[in-house]
């Protein structure tokens, strides 16, 4: 299969989930963005992965795990974003060992897989079909300070519903301006229903 390697772009506090954080991916060739809200542990330990200097005064449940995975000459080689499922992602972490060549695959949530291939510095990777369903691509353009906020306007599912699909298109740039993007996923579901009820 042909997978389209993504790499962080950051990690955002989630506005409409409390205690959310919105972990972006993205596809460097095309800019494709792909938005994945995260729990605030595994937003902590991604940001402690890829901080190289910073190490807690205890190991993190992500850094046990890397541990046991060296001590088994083990080695993590990639982690595959293979699906989505009701805007819930579904990640595969890909293990080799050392010694053998032996392949071990384990079913994992993104954002475990995730915080253990920034351990290991190890590419993730997803399908053209994640990034068609869940990719969000934008040229953003200069927005008039004057328009009204996104959070704003966009403030229920039932509000989206009554949106033109040309203002739907403006505020789907505006929530990833903003970096809001589980909202941007919400309006991003609405242009894709209606599209299928076109189709």
């Given at each position: 299969?042909?997978?389209?390697?993504?790499?962080?772009?950051?990690?955002?506090?989630?506005?409409?989930?409390?205690?959310?954080?919105?972990?972006?991916?993205?596809?460097?060739?095309?800019?494709?963005?792909?938005?994945?809200?995260?729990?605030?542990?595994?937003?902590?330990?991604?940001?402690?992965?890829?901080e190289k200097d910073i190490h807690p005064p205890r190991p993190l449940t992500h850094d046990l795990f890397t541990k046991f995975i060296v001590s088994a000459n083990y080695e993590l080689v990639s982690v595959i974003i293979y699906q989505i499922v009701d805007g819930v992602f579904f990640s595969n972490i890909n293990f080799r060992n050392k010694a053998n060549d032996e392949e071990l695959i384990l079913d994992a949530r993104t954002s475990d897989a995730v915080a253990m291939a920034v351990r290991f510095d190890a590419p993730i990777f997803t399908t053209q079909q994640v990034l068609n369903e869940a990719g969000i691509l934008l040229e953003l353009e200069d927005v008039s300070k004057e328009e009204q906020s996104f959070s704003e306007t966009v403030q229920t599912e039932d509000s989206l519903k009554s949106i033109s699909m040309e203002e739907l298109q403006k505020l789907l740039e505006e929530a990833v301006k903003e970096e809001d993007y589980d909202t941007a996923l919400e309006i991003q579901e609405e242009i894709k229903r209606r599209k299928k009820k076109i189709d």
């Open positions: 299969m042909d997978y389209k390697q993504l790499i962080i772009r950051g990690i955002s506090y989630s506005q409409t989930q409390s205690g959310a954080y919105a972990l972006l991916l993205e596809h460097e060739e095309t800019h494709i963005k792909l938005p994945v809200v995260i729990g605030n542990f595994e937003a902590q330990s991604i940001s402690l992965g890829l």
